[in-house]
């Protein structure tokens, strides 16, 4: 019976499966520890599975330096800000792909003037201290000091990659810097939730 479940799920499913189940007898584990181990290397797998796709493409595109300064600097500021995810992992890595691999071609066509990057700083900063940090129905981010300084992290760090993007002499650099942290603040705002249907403020739900 065991066997057959594990044939109806997902290669990434039954891996963690497996090896959560290996862990938790080594470690005398209850279930809840088992539970928390599976979700945590289905997680880290699903991860690790994205990422490989995306930046197998970006090689195959010679984007792959571009999707990095993409990637970092929309991972640099969704660490406080937080944000929409996508509904399943089909969806995330198609969308990651778009985010990663298309905002790089298209950011060859853009060049930012010094002045354009100062505005375009003052504008995300202000965004990132109205809204961030967002969160969602699954993920609820409970506690108004937790969000107070999540919402001046992401703030403060969204500065700090301006004065990155103004000082750095390359121009695609710069452009590269200011369009990854666009694409996170797109997963922030009101109207993004509004569109796709999705809750805003879950927290008050628990408070």
């Known amino acids: 019976m065991q066997e057959q479940q594990v044939v109806r ?12 189940a290996w862990l938790s007898t ?19 797998l699903i ?5 490989l796709i995306i930046y197998g493409i970006s090689l195959v595109c010679h984007l792959f330096l571009q999707t990095l300064i993409v990637h970092g ?11 929409l995810h996508a509904r399943n992992s089909v969806n995330c890595t198609l969308v990651s792909i778009l985010m990663f691999v298309g905002t790089p071609l298209i950011g060859s066509y853009i060049n930012l003037s010094k ?22 129905d699954k ?11 999540l919402r001046r992290s992401s703030a403060a760090t969204s500065m700090i990659l301006t004065l990155i993007a103004i000082l750095i002499p390359s ?3 710069t452009t590269l810097l200011m369009l990854g942290v666009a694409l996170q603040i797109i997963t922030i705002l009101p ?16 408070e």
């Open 9 to 20: 799920m997902g290669l990434t499913e039954t891996i963690a499966t497996r090896c959560a």
């Open 73 to 83: 600097a929309f991972y640099a500021i969704r660490r406080y800000a937080f944000g």
């Open 47 to 51: 991860n690790l599975t994205k990422t």
């Open 139 to 149: 993920f609820p981010l409970i506690g108004a000091d937790r969000r107070r300084k």
């Open 26 to 44: 080594q470690n005398n584990g209850d279930r809840i520890a088992y539970l928390k181990m599976k979700l945590g290397i289905e997680m880290l």
């Open 171 to 173: 121009s695609t650099v």
């Open 115 to 136: 002045l354009t990057v100062i505005g375009l700083g003052l504008l995300f900063a202000a965004l990132l201290y109205r809204y961030a940090p967002a969160d969602t």
């Open 191 to 206: 109207i993004t939730y509004k569109l796709l249907k999705r809750s805003v403020r879950n927290y008050e739900k628990y």
